[in-house]
C-alpha cells in the first residue's frame, strides 16, 4: 500500500476536477479525499494498491478536459487504517 498528500494548482477549481478526481479513485480503487483550497489549488489524500496510486497521480497531472493542470505536487505519508471510500470534501 501506498498513500500520498497531493496538490494540484492550475485552472483546477470550477471545472468539475474535484468530482472527476472522485471518480477515477473510485474507478481505479483508490481511498482518500479532495477538496478545493481558498488559493484556488485543489488537494487531497490518496491511498491505495502501488500501481492504482500511481496511475491516480498520472491522472491529476492531466485532470479532467476542461482543467488546465499547471503543477502537481505529491509527498509520500504514513498509511491510514480503516479507508474505504474516496470522497469530496468542501
Known amino acids: 500500500m501506498r498513500r500520498f498528500r497531493f ?5 483546477v477549481q470550477g471545472v468539475g476536477f474535484r468530482a472527476c478526481a ?3 479513485a473510485r474507478r481505479l480503487g483508490v ?3 479532495v477538496r478545493n483550497r481558498r488559493d484556488g489549488a485543489v488537494e487531497g489524500e490518496a ?3 502501488p500501481d492504482r ?3 491516480f497521480a498520472e491522472w491529476l497531472r492531466r485532470g479532467p478536459p476542461f482543467s488546465q493542470v499547471a503543477t502537481v505536487d505529491l509527498q509520500e505519508i504514513p498509511l491510514v487504517e480503516g479507508r474505504s471510500d474516496f470522497e469530496i470534501r468542501r
Open 31 to 33: 481511498q482518500g479525499h
Open 53 to 55: 496510486v500511481s496511475s
Open 47 to 49: 491511498q491505495g494498491e
Open 22 to 24: 472522485a471518480a477515477e
Open 7 to 11: 496538490v494540484v494548482t492550475g485552472r
